[in-house]
T-cell receptor, first 112, second 114 residues
Framework: GNSVTQMEGPVTLSEEAFLTINCTYTATGYPSLFWYVQYPGEGLQLLLKATKADDKGSNKGFEATYRKETTSFHLEKGSVQVSDSAVYFCALKIQGAQKLVFGQGTRLTINP | EAGVAQSPRYKIIEKRQSVAFWCNPISGHATLYWYQQILGQGPKLLIQFQNNGVVDDSQLPKDRFSAERLKGVDSTLKIQPAKLEDSAVYLC????????????FGPGTRLTVL
């Protein structure tokens, strides 16, 4: 079946630290990959996406590269800010379908 | 542009009671989704509508959950009777009809079943 496994949280970092949140997937077919973010009290928002192998998605200083050989889509940011504190979800969508399959989420807290 | 609207934002009920959630998608979006997000887990799709027809309801517990989208616009999700394990956030999302289209999520309804 199709599934997404994320790095266990919570993750706590200091401001300006380097961030990595690991995400690996299992999929039948050729998925598109996504990172969603959920800020406190708000709905899920698309952060970035990649639709084919070796694509790099980027937004707001965050990046993730679609690695087919390792079935991974790790989220990175070079210097985090307090405002990045949120829950981050990795997700996949199988080609031709619209349904999103989510990982369990990783709660990130950035301390000043 | 207005986002996806959901109500109520919070609901507390006792087990075996009934509850209904309402969702109004972004104008013009043909596809509407209901997801269940249990604490500590990622959202799980319950049902997907294309206009007023059901595309996928394979993970909807049909003995107690029902959903409708009668005029192809807003939608209602109902639970009858509720169980303790139904405590979760219920998310509504909408998108244009295209596999490549982005889904836009509402703020969710947090249900607590006592």
């Amino acid at each position: 079946g199709n599934s997404v496994t994320q790095m266990e949280g919570p993750v706590t970092l200091s401001e300006e630290a380097f961030l990595t949140i690991n995400c690996t997937y299992t999929a039948t077919g050729y998925p598109s990959l996504f990172w969603y973010v959920q800020y406190p009290g708000e709905g899920l928002q698309l952060l970035l996406k990649a639709t084919k192998a070796d694509d790099k998605g980027s937004n707001k200083g965050f990046e993730a590269t679609y690695r087919k050989e390792t079935t991974s889509f790790h989220l990175e940011k070079g210097s985090v800010q307090v405002s990045d504190s949120a829950v981050y979800f990795c997700a996949l969508k199988i080609q031709g379908a619209q349904k999103l399959v989510f990982g369990q989420g990783t709660r990130l807290t950035i301390n000043p | 542009e207005a986002g996806v609207a959901q109500s109520p934002r919070y609901k507390i009920i006792e087990k075996r009671q009934s509850v209904a959630f309402w969702c109004n998608p972004i104008s013009g979006h043909a596809t509407l989704y209901w997801y269940q997000q249990i604490l500590g887990q990622g959202p799980k799709l319950l049902i997907q509508f294309q206009n007023n027809g059901v595309v996928d309801d394979s993970q909807l517990p049909k003995d107690r959950f029902s959903a409708e989208r009668l005029k192809g616009v807003d939608s209602t999700l109902k639970i009858q009777p509720a169980k303790l394990e139904d405590s979760a956030v219920y998310l509504c999302a909408s998108s244009p009809w295209s596999p490549a289209a982005e889904q836009f999520f509402g703020p969710g309804t947090r249900l607590t079943v006592l």
